[in-house]
C-alpha cells in the first residue's frame, strides 16, 4: 500500500516537498515513480528512484527542479519540488513497480498541488 501526502496550495516559485510511504509489503526491490495528472491532460511520469541503488530518473520539465529521494528505514520516498510553476499544478501520485518490469503495479491515493501564478 502507497500513502502519498504533502500537497497543498504554493506561490509560483515556491516549494513543496510530497512523501510516499510504503506499507504492507517489502518494496527493497522496486522502482518508485511519481506521476502527476493535470486538469484536461493525460497522466504523465514525473521522476523515479531505484530503491536498491538509488539510481534517479527525471522528466525533461522537472529536471533541475525537482529531486526524488527515498528513505529506506522510513519505507518512504519523497519529491522535493522546487521552483514551481503554475503548469505543475496536477494530482500527484506515487507508484512501485519490481525492477524487472515495465509497468507500475501499485498506485497510491493522489496528493493535489496547485500552484498559483
Known amino acids: 500500500q502507497l500513502q502519498a501526502s504533502g500537497g497543498g496550495l504554493v506561490p509560483a516559485g515556491g516549494s513543496l516537498r510530497l512523501s510516499c510511504v510504503a506499507s504492507g509489503s517489502t518494496f527493497s526491490r522496486y522502482v518508485m515513480g511519481w506521476f502527476r495528472k493535470a486538469p484536461g491532460k493525460e497522466r504523465e511520469f514525473v521522476a523515479q528512484i531505484t530503491w536498491t541503488s538509488g539510481t534517479t530518473y527525471y522528466a525533461d520539465s522537472v529536471k533541475g527542479r525537482f529531486t526524488i529521494s527515498r528513505d529506506n528505514a522510513r519505507n518512504t520516498a519523497y519529491l522535493q519540488m522546487n521552483s514551481l510553476k503554475p503548469e505543475d499544478t496536477a494530482v500527484y501520485y506515487c507508484?512501485?513497480?519490481?525492477?524487472?518490469?515495465?509497468?507500475?503495479?501499485?498506485w497510491g491515493h493522489g496528493t493535489l498541488v496547485t500552484v498559483s501564478s
Open positions: 507508484a512501485a513497480r519490481s525492477t524487472t518490469v515495465a509497468e507500475y503495479a501499485y
